[in-house]
T-cell receptor, first 115, second 112 residues
Framework: DTGVSQDPRHKITKRGQNVTFRCDPI?????LYWYRQTLGQGPEFLTYFQNEAQLEKSRLLSDRFSAERPKGSFSTLEIQRTEQGDSAMYLC?????????????FGQGTRLTVV | SQKIEQNSEALNIQEGKTATLTCNYTNYSPAYLQWYRQDPGRGPVFLLLIRENEKEKRKERLKVTFDTTLKQSLFHITASQPADSATYLCALPLRAGNMLTFGGGTRLMVKP
């Protein structure tokens, strides 16, 4: 297993376009998280799946953001009608639930630039 | 509101010295706290987790303390090396499910 994989690594899009990012977690991990990180800041939590169930999505930044995890494997994060303020690094992480407090394994992120 | 503060100024130290980074939090009662390392253009990498009933945790040259009364964690790197240069992030759980909220990170620069 090569860890958490994200695709693409970089995406440049025009304002108003839709973009979709993919995350492949570590295969035995049942939890998957999406974070956003802007320059000089720590990652900001967006949403969380346990298997295929999206258990927390209230922190998605707006209704333009949506995420799916069909069949509890890979996940996609979609941003509709992109705005310049959406430019950031989008990070995916996965973990295996063994009770309270488990480490998260992060991917390398997708850097989005909206022009 | 809940807040995590890390020194936003870079910490510059000489190789071989001990680096000490601080994480302060307010309006939390976390069951645990985590530290991550992040290199430029890469995702964070987990380093250490310390639980609320643990005062101190060690891993090789790393040591973390957790004072729930002061609401503070200290992260130490002993015998620092230039390869330790990176941004270090502390993280607390939002709630069950290990959803994390991160501090802004402190950039450490170790000079040879």
């Amino acid at each position: 297993d090569t860890g958490v994989s994200q695709d693409p690594r970089h995406k440049i899009t025009k304002r108003g376009q839709n973009v979709t990012f993919r995350c492949d977690p570590i295969s035995e991990h049942n939890r998957l998280y999406w974070y956003r990180q802007t320059l000089g800041q720590g990652p900001e939590f967006l949403t969380y799946f346990q298997n295929e169930a999206q258990l927390e999505k209230s922190r998605l930044l707006s209704d333009r953001f949506s995420a799916e995890r069909p069949k509890g494997s890979f996940s996609t994060l979609e941003i509709q009608r992109t705005e310049q303020g959406d430019s950031a690094m989008y990070l995916c992480a996965s973990s295996f639930s063994t009770g309270t407090g488990t480490s998260a394994f992060f991917g390398q992120g997708t850097r989005l630039t909206v022009v | 509101s809940q807040k995590i503060e890390q020194n936003s100024e870079a910490l510059n130290i000489q190789e071989g010295k001990t680096a000490t980074l601080t994480c302060n939090y307010t309006n939390y009662s976390p069951a645990y706290l985590q530290w991550y390392r992040q290199d430029p253009g890469r995702g964070p990498v987990f380093l250490l987790l310390i639980r609320e009933n643990e005062k101190e945790k060690r891993k090789e040259r790393l040591k973390v303390t957790f004072d729930t009364t002061l609401k503070q964690s200290l992260f130490h790197i002993t015998a620092s090396q230039p390869a330790d240069s990176a941004t270090y992030l502390c993280a607390l759980p939002l709630r069950a499910g290990n959803m994390l909220t991160f501090g802004g990170g402190t950039r450490l620069m170790v000079k040879p």
